[in-house]
């Protein structure tokens, strides 16, 4: 069988898509992927084959972000169409001889449409529930509020991806001889979506109208080894603090605020640079900054994560059993936040309130003996092979 996965966004969107390719691969399929083009690189040392979609994601920093200027509505406008029309060509030339198509994420505007073209099955997943319109939830909100109200947000949702796309999905679909849409958002998700998510950190919610798959996290498993200069930082003293916020913006500022709290827990601190490059703020031995690592090998040798709430980093710390403190900055991470705290698996912080002091409490808290005692005991019910029912799902679907 022939398979094609596309995920467009950054290393979170991506990350998930390359770990069902990895699955399919073994049972001895061949994959394409469809990825952005910083990714490219990435998943070629893996030993796959690729086609560029969409744009890099990771924002210009330093001076470059210093000097840059929000776009304008008109650029905004002229880059979402250059977008869409990007994704339909993209897509539909990788996808060419393929028996299926996975979309990874809501916004894949392209990949249901060419399967229907094609005549080949398609399945788009996405991977949070908050993502899924439902009364549980309003759109990218935490769970629980007023039902009635969670559902008027889902109407306002799905006109606002009609007054952004309806016109420009509808205009290439036309290109493609497709009939036009009238819903993007229930055009995109379909009616039988898949919730790439763990099942005890984050439930189905009600999702009238669609039979949603659940089918667990696609992790992808990584054998990497920790760097020596790591190493040694770990092997000379107790387990460090690890903080880091991924592909999120964040100032230098905010690097000296989360060393300064950790420090005054009395732990050591392993500082992800990130995309926005956090740097030490002086030469002293309890801190260490890292570039890209294995979480996977990381994890269990720390007294917690501080992290921005991620899906996958939720999940990988989950599924290791360390504690977490959660700074969500937009999209899906509140709902993580939240999720963290209803398990009892660590504390959060909101971006607006963070400081020296809220992280320090929120160290504390998460540092307790019980909540490691707690995270310990949900590591053993956090499933590992959320890529392999996907691969089930996808063997039967082309079949």
């Keep these: 069988m022939r398979v094609l996965l596309t995920g467009v966004g ?7 898509v390359v770990g069902l390719a990895a699955e399919m691969r073994r049972r001895g399929h061949d994959v394409r992927l469809c990825i952005p083009p910083n990714f490219i690189d990435w ?5 796959f084959e690729a086609t560029p979609i969409g744009i890099a994601m990771r924002p210009p920093s330093g001076a470059a972000a210093a000097q840059a200027s929000p776009p304008t509505p008109e650029q905004i406008r002229a880059l979402v169409a250059h977008l869409v029309r990007d994704q339909f060509d993209a897509t539909a030339s990788a996808a060419e001889g393929c028996d299926a198509i996975v979309a990874g994420g809501a916004h894949q505007y392209a990949a249901r449409s060419i399967a229907e073209r094609l005549g080949i099955p398609c399945a788009v997943a996405v991977y949070a529930p908050v993502a899924l319109p439902s009364s549980d939830h309003a759109p990218g909100g935490e769970p629980g509020g007023d039902p009635e109200s969670n559902l008027r ?16 999905l509808n205009d290439n679909r036309e290109r493609l001889g497709l009939a036009p849409l009238s819903d993007v958002l229930g055009h995109v998700l379909g009616e039988a979506p ?67 709290a950790v420090r005054a827990t009395g732990r050591r601190v392993v500082l992800s640079q990130g995309w926005a490059e956090l740097a030490r703020v002086d030469d002293a031995s309890d801190c260490t900054a890292i570039g890209d ?35 969500p900055m ?10 963290v705290r209803a398990l009892a698996l660590g504390t959060s912080v909101a971006r607006g309130a963070l400081s020296a002091e809220s ?41």
């Design 10 to 16: 950054t290393r979170g969107d991506v990350q998930p």
């Design 43 to 47: 998943v070629g040392a893996l030993g």
């Design 153 to 168: 947000g889902w109407q306002g949702e799905s006109r606002s991806w009609n007054e952004r796309l309806l016109e420009r």
């Design 194 to 260: 898949w919730l790439a998510a763990d099942p005890v950190l984050g439930p189905l919610p009600a999702t009238p109208g669609r039979e949603v798959t659940p089918t667990g996290a696609w992790l992808l498993p990584d054998p990497t080894p920790l760097g020596p200069a790591l190493e040694a930082f770990l092997a000379a003293g107790e387990p460090p603090v690890y903080v880091g916020f991924g592909s999120m913006p964040a100032d230098q500022q905010t690097g000296r605020t989360v060393i300064e």
């Design 293 to 327: 690592v294995n979480h996977q090998a990381l994890f269990p040798r720390v007294a917690a994560v501080v992290h921005h709430g991620g899906a996958g980093t939720t999940a990988t710390a989950a599924r290791v059993g360390v504690p977490q403190v959660i700074v």
């Design 330 to 339: 937009f999209s899906d991470q509140p709902y993580w936040a939240s999720r």
């Design 359 to 399: 992280l320090l409490a929120a160290l504390r808290g998460a540092l307790d003996p019980s909540v490691a005692a707690r995270a310990a005991a949900i590591a053993g019910a956090v499933a590992v092979d959320g890529a392999a029912v996907a691969a089930d799902l996808i063997e039967r679907a082309a079949a």
